[in-house]
């Protein structure tokens, strides 16, 4: 069973904004090629590019804003809640992400283009905030965290573990809101501690979602650094 973590806006609001948006790209994105305004009013294959790189700024902004087509949920298993990064999500993430080169490819060679403005528009969609996200998304394609009320088990790249609650002597949640970082030290009764990097797993979506199942769960052992 699946639960959601933080609802999306309505789906009016959303088709909304993305029509506004299109519409503001199509305007704007007529800089981009070397006819007039008039022109490409008048000129239905040149309006075919605008709105083709317009469909690419829907797109870019689909990823980033990734709510709109991927509401955040989380996995509830027997006895806790299991927080990782979908990877369904990031398939078609990754997928919606190459038509943005082929879009930019087809204009290019479909039509003439003033070829600064051009770089530029395709620098934007193809970007570092785009880019980063997915990366980041594919380094943390198999990294989880499953909290229940028996065991704390969590991959994080090659670091993973599990770990028996009754074993953990308290639990201290870090936190570090000017670098935005949060990790999960474990301190077992034996002497030996571990912490759970979060912030390098992709799921600062769920912070709070963790904080209350700890609050919760881990009430007695809980100990804020």
Not at 157 to 172: D, H, L, M, P, T
Request: glycine share 4%; aromatic share 12%.
């Amino acid at each position: 069973m699946k639960k959601i973590v933080r609802k999306t806006y309505p789906l009016e609001f959303s088709v909304g904004l993305l029509l506004l948006i299109f519409v503001t790209s199509c305007f704007m994105a007529q800089q981009i090629f070397v006819v007039s305004i008039h022109d490409i009013k008048d000129n239905h294959t040149d309006l075919l590019g605008v709105m083709l790189v317009s469909l690419a700024v829907i797109i870019m902004v689909l990823i980033i804003w990734e709510e709109i087509l991927f509401p955040i949920r989380v996995k509830e298993v027997k006895g806790g809640i299991l927080f990782s990064n979908r990877k369904k999500k990031l398939k078609v993430q990754v997928l919606m992400y190459l038509c943005i080169p082929l879009i930019f490819a087809y204009v290019y060679f479909s039509f003439e283009v003033k070829l600064l403005r051009f770089i530029l528009w395709a620098a934007v969609c193809m970007g570092a905030p785009v880019l980063e996200k997915l990366i980041s998304g594919i380094t943390n394609f198999n990294d989880f965290l499953l909290l229940t009320d028996d065991f704390i088990e969590y991959k994080n790249n090659e670091k993973e573990g599990r770990f028996s609650v009754a074993e953990v002597q308290q639990i201290i949640i870090i936190t570090e809101e000017r670098i935005v970082s949060k990790k999960m030290q474990l301190d077992f009764k034996d002497g030996n501690s571990v912490v759970i990097d979060l912030d390098e797993m992709e799921l600062d979506v769920f912070y709070e979602t963790i904080d209350k199942f700890t609050e919760k769960h881990y009430g007695s052992l809980l100990k804020q650094a």
